[in-house]
C-alpha cells in the first residue's frame, strides 16, 4: 500500500503541480522576439540608479539576463564584460534573483563604463516579456530598438563582436 501512495504522489507532483505553478516560458517562444522593437521598460538599479531602456534610444546595445545562483552566467558577463569593454556599447545586466541582496555580491566585483546592472524582481520582466527560460540569455539590440540577435548559453564574444560591428 505505501508503494501505491508514493506513485500516486509522484503521479500528481508531476502532473499536476507544473498546471498549477507560474508556466516558465516554452523554449521556442524566444525566437518569436527576433526583429521585434524591445518595449520600453524601467528596472531598479543595483547600486546605481534605475534603469530607464528610454535613455538607450537610438543606441545599439545588449540585455544580459543572468542569476546569482548560475555560475555560467557569471562567467559570461565576465568574458563579456572584458571583450566589450572601452567599445561603447552598453551591457545592461539584468538580474533575475528573488532579492537584490543575492545579487549585489557579484556586481561588487565589477567597475567601469557602459555597464549598468537592473533588478527584475521574481524574473517577471524576463519571463514575461523577454520569455528568458535559460541562465544567461543575452539580446543584441540594435539602434532601431529591435532584437536583432539573441544567446543562448555560453558564446565566443571575440567572434561575435566582429559580427556586431
Known amino acids: 500500500m505505501p508503494t ?37 521598460f524601467q528596472l531598479p538599479g543595483i ?14 546595445l545588449i540585455l544580459f539576463f543572468w542569476a546569482s545562483w548560475s555560475p555560467l552566467s557569471k562567467e559570461e558577463l565576465s568574458r563579456m564584460y572584458r571583450i566589450f569593454q572601452g567599445t561603447g556599447l552598453p551591457i545592461i545586466a539584468i538580474s533575475t534573483d528573488r532579492s537584490i541582496k543575492e545579487a549585489i555580491p557579484f556586481v561588487r ?27 544567461p540569455t543575452v539580446f543584441y539590440i540594435d539602434s532601431s530598438g529591435r532584437i536583432e540577435k539573441i544567446y543562448l548559453g555560453l558564446q565566443d564574444w571575440h567572434t561575435e563582436k566582429e559580427r556586431l560591428k
Open 109 to 135: 566585483t565589477f567597475q567601469g563604463r557602459d555597464l549598468y546592472f537592473g533588478f527584475d524582481a521574481g524574473g517577471r520582466l524576463a519571463k514575461d516579456l523577454f520569455k528568458v527560460f535559460l541562465m
Open 4 to 40: 501505491v501512495r508514493v506513485c500516486f504522489l509522484l503521479i500528481v507532483s508531476i502532473v499536476v503541480l507544473p498546471l498549477t505553478t507560474s508556466a516558465n516560458p516554452s523554449p521556442f517562444e524566444i525566437e518569436h522576439l527576433r526583429s521585434k522593437r524591445v518595449p520600453m
Open 47 to 60: 547600486e546605481e540608479e534605475d534603469i530607464n531602456l528610454s535613455s538607450f534610444e537610438g543606441r545599439a
